[in-house]
């Protein structure tokens, strides 16, 4: 049986710096896999390339045994996949109800011409309701996006992505700008959508993700240098002497 997503022998080169060099790793579905690394080491460059953003020089993306290499990140996102980078981009004015209606799917298949179009339908707003409960957000529903908190912008950030529900959910430094109360509260959100989408999470707060994962890739100079579980890469000669998971 094939992986739910994977990604093999990718490659990705800028002019002279190689980025990325025979990166592979799988997923199951259900699973929460973290991919971490020092400054520099490509991780970025692997969650663009994995997205659509940038098309690998060598290698294959795979979700449901489909080859999905080099496919525009639109087209990625009608298969299931929803990215955090793509969400950073909330409509201020709208209030949280009103962004998270438009990220439905029966908004976008409808093809309805603004939000007041499609708040009235019972679907859509039914499925954004839930996800802005979801993420912590019920009774904030009619607040604007600029009127929010950050830590409550970076959960709307996720429920947008929710709200299409999507089978598999990439974040890229969801903790980025966080407090201590803010990371509990993104540790909560996560924990209660484990086993319902299938997330891919590259992190610097390694302690966090080393909380959370099932399985993590450890990425150095472009190559995933150690993979496993939390407790094997504590396990691991190079991740004890790099301090990563401490």
């Known amino acids: 049986m094939s992986a739910f997503f994977a990604a093999s022998g990718l490659a990705k080169r800028f002019g002279d710096r190689l980025v990325l060099q025979d990166v592979s790793f ?20 692997c969650f663009h390339v994995l997205t659509g953003k940038h098309k690998p020089d060598a290698g294959r993306v795979t979700f449901r045994g489909r080859d999905i290499t080099g496919m525009e990140p639109r087209n990625i996102a009608r298969l299931g996949i929803a990215r955090s980078f793509q969400l950073m981009n909330l409509f201020d004015d709208y209030s949280a109800l009103e962004n998270a209606v438009i990220a439905t799917r029966d908004f976008r298949a409808r093809g309805f011409n603004t939000w007041r179009d499609a708040v009235g339908v019972a679907p859509a707003r039914e499925r954004a309701l839930a996800v802005l409960a979801d993420v912590g957000l019920e009774g904030k529903e009619d607040v604007k996006a600029k009127s929010l908190s950050y830590g409550d912008r970076r959960a709307l950030e996720i429920a947008v992505a929710l709200a299409a529900n999507p089978r598999m959910l990439f974040l890229d430094e969801p903790t980025a700008g966080l407090g201590s109360a803010g990371l509990e509260r993104l540790r909560a959100l996560i924990e209660r959508l484990r086993g319902r989408v299938t997330m891919l999470v590259i992190e610097h707060d390694m302690r966090f993700l080393f909380g959370l994962a099932d399985r993590i890739s450890v990425v150095h100079w472009g190559q995933v240098i150690a993979r496993g579980t939390p407790a094997e890469l504590r396990a691991n000669p190079w991740v004890q002497r790099s301090g990563i998971g401490s």
Do not use: R
């Open 26 to 45: 799988e997923l199951a579905e259900g699973e929460i896999h973290g991919i971490i690394g020092p400054n520099g080491a490509g991780k970025t460059t």
